[in-house]
């Protein structure tokens, strides 16, 4: 069922002859030349350009996962350790070796593949349950790991790092959020396209084969461990790039901000989004960023303003949209709205 | 004739640019400040292991509505604008971004912690956007030549650790002493400070013990400390751990000299949850009068408090410090904030805030006054050594003053 999302956006794609092919294309460069010019006047604040490179960022976070539960099958409660391995591998080479942001990137992305890659080597052993146990350690080992007390003078312990991110480049009239908001949508951008292609090839078929029946994929000659690992690599490399964009637009790492916490939100954006479906991981990535982080002041808000005598927990908001989202839309948003718009073309 | 006429009409075109500048310079804004408004931005643990201090924020929110309702600071009312960052510094980072570049306040205030005052300190004076009387005695805070934004409140910890050193070396006959410290800047700091004032007799501390501000209990910890055999304790830690470290100690039979940092010396959240027999013996350092010493019953200042507590925040504790402090910071900036008359750029709200001479604040204990220049960005400097008896703290001792130089 959950495949069927991703056939039927890539068949639409395809569709010859007509200008639909190129619409998300258009929206990308629209979007942003609105939203720049909305900066420039003022409509739109340096924290709201960091709000969308944020949304973004977890957007690229949740593909990672996405490709790797969604369509290889393998559950992961452990990403927000990859997002931190990204992040610090970044922020280490911009404040102590003075590296240019855009240079981190591939390194964190190196990083990242390799300590997934290893990471994927025991865990063929593991399957379903165990494997998402095995991944949940990993979550909470590491914020522990970052304040190891003979590492401190790299990660700086629990206090963390300030990254200072550079201005423009070539004089451009750009804030610095702006830019940034900029850079990180063109990566996300290419993330996305590679993502895409990577699913529609020979080795998408394989390691969608590899979700839905792994002995039969075994039988048909697709090597299931190998498939499988690498998956593992490249999903903790994408999640790896989002933590490193994190933590230059952010400009501030420390164990705190990778907490376990972090990688259940990833999941939980997976699956509100879509979780075989790639135009659900954007949703699923403004979903961690809007929902989680505000989830807060909007209990407090509604609670005043209907005037409740008790105090609400803050998490209740969090919990009553996530029940409802479930119940109303089983196969996450992405695939609730294009069930939805089938219904509506029949009408 | 021609020449004069414009020379005329030259004086008058200057006379006039000289006016309108005059004009201008009565009333000067950055963002966050007009005519009718002042805002101020804050964030404060309301949730998590360090939501006691929540009290502080709520606190400084109930006397600036005491001030609105007063009429305002010269004819402004205050907008208080607080968020919880839950003592996590990256909470810290994207809620002071929001308040300086969407809510656009004048300067944040008290932002509490060591660890979320750190986050913020580079991006703020970055920005040029003061970090005023920030809620850590971490001794960073005073460098007006590096970061001429930041300045901090109460008295140092540093300070404070070389005073509690002397008082073990004067007083503890054969010290073996055991350190817990919250493994942060703020832990290291008393403890440098600590180490500082036993000079040559660092060695006789015998076990130093860390926690994690995230770490459910401290017990495994304290155990340990005891079996060292140490007969002095300096106890570093935030409320919850204090409260925790008095009941364990007390619990296992450990009765060294116990020496608890000021940042937990809250009866209503410290000892009471502790349990005053528990208690007992405690010293620590003190700069504000404390609410539960009957010394105080009588006192104006006490009194105005009180019925500031009865009419705006009723549900506050009136047992803990944490009010009186939440009280006695911000008359401190409504103070500068009145000084600074017209002239609410940010820079002039530094500028104020760098020159109190012998300011007398209310509720700091008799003798203590605030002093700042252009160079000491230390607006506290004196405390008071205190003793745990019965259900309150009794004052012992002269007024200490910059001991650490």
Redesign the interface.
């Known amino acids: 069922m959950a495949s069927t999302v991703l056939a039927s956006g890539t068949a639409a794609d395809r569709a010859p002859g007509s200008l639909r092919r190129y619409r998300w294309w258009l929206l990308l460069i629209v979007l942003p030349v609105l939203l720049i010019a909305g900066g420039k006047t003022g409509l739109v604040?340096?924290?709201?350009f960091?709000q969308l490179s944020l949304m973004i960022v977890y957007s690229i976070a949740v593909l990672g996962l996405i490709l790797l539960t969604g369509f290889n099958g393998q559950i992961s409660l452990g990403h927000g350790a990859f997002f931190a391995v990204g992040a610090y591998t970044a922020a280490i080479l911009i404040d102590q070796h003075d590296w240019p942001f855009w240079a981190t990137l591939p390194a964190a992305a190196l990083a990242c593949f390799v300590a997934g890659y290893l990471f994927g080597l025991p865990a063929l052993r593991l399957e379903g349950h165990y494997l998402a146990l095995a991944t949940f350690a990993l979550a909470v080992a590491v914020p522990q790991i970052l304040?190891y007390r003979h590492i401190e003078p790299v990660t700086k312990?629990?206090?963390?790092i300030?990254v200072?991110k550079s201005d423009p480049p070539f004089g451009l009239p750009l804030s610095n959020d702006q830019w940034m908001f900029l850079v990180v949508l063109a990566i996300a951008a290419l993330m996305f396209w590679i993502a895409r292609n990577l699913l529609d090839s020979r080795t998408g078929r394989a390691l969608i084969a590899i979700r839905d029946h792994p002995m039969a994929a075994g039988t048909m000659g697709v090597n299931v461990a190998h498939y499988k690992t690498v998956m593992f690599g490249i999903s903790a490399l994408y999640t790896g790039i989002a933590g490193a964009l994190h933590g230059i637009i952010?400009?501030?790492?420390?164990p705190?901000?990778f907490?376990f916490e972090l990688s259940i939100a990833i999941l939980v954006g997976a699956v509100v989004g879509g979780i075989a479906s790639l135009p659900g991981a954007v949703i699923g990535g403004i979903f961690v960023q809007v929902i989680e982080?505000y989830a807060?002041a909007l209990t407090k808000k509604i609670s005043a303003a209907v005037q409740l005598p008790l105090e609400l927990e803050?998490w209740l908001i969090y919990g009553i949209a996530l029940i409802a989202l479930m119940y109303a839309m089983p196969t996450g948003i992405a695939g609730g709205l294009a069930a939805l718009w089938r219904r509506l073309r029949r009408l | 004739m021609r020449l004069s006429k414009l020379m005329l009409a030259g004086a008058g075109a200057l006379a006039l640019a000289f006016t309108a500048t005059a004009a201008s310079a009565q009333k000067k804004y950055d963002d966050g400040a007009s005519d009718t408004e002042i805002r101020i931005g804050h964030t404060n643990p309301y949730?998590g292991p360090a939501s006691a201090y929540g009290q502080i924020g709520k606190t400084i929110e109930a006397y600036f509505k005491k001030v609105n309702d007063g009429g305002g600071i010269n004819g402004r009312k205050i907008t208080f604008i607080s968020y919880?960052d839950g003592y996590?510094?990256?909470?810290t980072?994207?809620m002071v971004?929001?308040l300086?570049?969407?809510d656009k306040v004048l300067f944040v205030f008290q932002t509490l912690g060591t660890?979320p005052n750190?986050?913020i300190?580079?991006?703020l004076n970055?920005k040029k956007v003061p970090q005023l009387f920030v809620a850590t005695g971490a001794s960073v805070w005073g460098q007006p030549k590096e970061y001429p934004w930041t300045m901090g409140w109460q008295p140092d910890y540093q300070t404070e650790g070389v005073i509690y050193a002397k008082h073990i070396l004067a007083n503890v006959k054969d010290p073996k002493i055991a350190v817990l410290m919250q493994?942060?800047?703020y832990g290291r700091d008393y403890f440098n400070g600590f180490k500082r004032g036993l000079g040559k007799d660092a060695n006789k501390i015998v076990q130093v013990a860390t926690y994690?501000?995230?770490d459910p209990t401290i017990d495994s910890q304290i155990i340990a400390l005891k079996n060292s055999g140490a007969n002095a304790f300096f106890n570093i830690t935030t409320p919850k751990f204090a409260a925790q470290a008095i009941k364990k100690a007390h619990e296992i039979g450990w009765k060294p000299a116990h020496y608890l940092n000021n940042v937990s010396v809250s009866v209503g959240s410290v000892m009471k949850p502790a349990g005053l027999e528990a208690s007992q013996g405690l010293i620590s350092a003190g700069y504000l009068k404390d609410p539960t010493d009957p010394q105080f019953d009588k006192d104006a200042d006490m009194a105005a408090w009180r019925a500031f507590m009865d009419k705006f925040y009723p549900n506050g504790d009136k047992t803990s410090t944490f009010p009186t402090y939440g009280y006695a910071v911000s008359s401190t900036l409504a103070e500068v904030l009145k000084r600074a008359g017209d002239n609410l750029t940010r820079e002039n709200v530094m500028k104020q805030a760098a020159s109190m001479k012998n300011l007398e604040v209310p509720l700091l204990i008799p003798g203590i006054k605030i002093n700042t220049s252009a160079t000491d960005f230390y607006p506290i400097q004196s405390v008071r050594l205190q003793r745990f008896e019965g259900a309150t703290w009794h004052l012992f001792g002269d007024v200490l003053s910059n001991e650490a130089d």
């Open positions: 604040s340096d924290f709201q960091l304040k312990g629990v206090m963390g300030n200072f952010f400009e501030f790492v420390s705190d901000s907490r982080k807060d803050p | 949730s919880d996590a510094p990256p909470k980072v994207e971004r929001k300086v570049e969407e660890p750190t986050a300190h580079k991006y970055a493994n942060d800047d994690e501000v995230a």
